[in-house]
């Protein structure tokens, strides 16, 4: 079965820097999440999207933007890169129906994003 | 505001012992509940899901959860440990809204 693709898997930037990520969620799937890990932490929520609109905000920087396009894919892109962005970021992709009924997130694998 | 506790953030069992990852949550009606693995440097797997109904739910592996309402926890459990286990566990809810919060994780160590 498809699951959620994240492109490319592993990036190294400089500081200062910008960098996109793109995720494919999982088809017939219209809401898309993006988490941060850092090193040694937990998931952090950062945005949603449903239906190609923002749905929820977390801890995203000011520095990072996101948006859903019509395919359902979204891309994250980072700007003004900081060594503190360095992290694994995480896709997920549910059929939520706009309103959270329990639906399975399913996760993709994650892009490591260095800065150095 | 909603919270995950795992308060263990290391564990080591010997391969074959049983195991029990603690996990309690703060909301003030029963969340959707969420067990994810992630081995290292790979993604977030699913291992079980509580929603409603059964508080005994059993999930991938041979892992399964019990929801306790009146401790506000959902613990994971497996009766016989793999070294194949060995990885981070994350519990997760989802509280109302429809994104997920994690706790802070349990690494789980095995010895063989």
């Known amino acids: 079965a498809a699951g959620v693709i994240q492109s490319p898997r592993h990036l190294i930037k400089e500081k200062r820097e910008t960098a996109t990520l793109k995720c494919y969620p999982i088809?017939?799937?219209?809401?898309v999440y993006w988490y941060q890990q850092g090193p040694g932490q937990d998931p952090q929520f950062l945005i949603s999207f449903y239906e190609k609109m923002q749905s929820d905000k977390g801890s995203i920087p000011d520095r990072f933007s996101a948006q859903q396009f019509s395919d359902y894919h979204s891309e994250l892109n980072m700007s003004s890169l900081e060594l503190g962005d360095s992290a694994l970021y995480f896709c997920?992709?549910?059929?939520?129906?706009?309103?959270?009924?329990?639906?399975?997130?399913?996760f993709g694998e994650g892009s490591w994003l260095t800065v150095v | 505001a909603q919270s995950v506790t795992q308060p263990d953030i290391h564990i080591t069992v010997s391969e074959g012992a049983s195991l029990e990852l603690r996990c309690n949550y703060s909301y003030g009606a029963t969340p959707y509940l969420f067990w994810y693995v992630q081995s290292p440097g790979q993604g977030l797997q699913l291992l079980l899901k509580?929603?409603?109904?059964?508080?005994l739910v059993q999930g991938i592996k041979g892992f399964e959860a019990e929801f306790k309402r009146s401790q506000s926890s959902f613990n994971l459990r497996k009766p016989s440990v793999h070294w194949s286990d060995a990885a981070e566990y994350f519990c997760?809810?989802?509280?109302?809204?429809?994104?997920?919060?994690f706790g802070t994780g349990t690494r789980l160590q095995v010895f063989p």
């Open positions: 997760a809810v989802v509280p109302g809204t429809d994104k997920l919060i």
């Open positions: 088809p017939r799937h219209d809401t």
């Open positions: 997920a992709s549910s059929s939520s129906g706009g309103r959270y009924s329990g639906n399975t997130i399913y």
């Open positions: 509580y929603f409603s109904g059964d508080t």
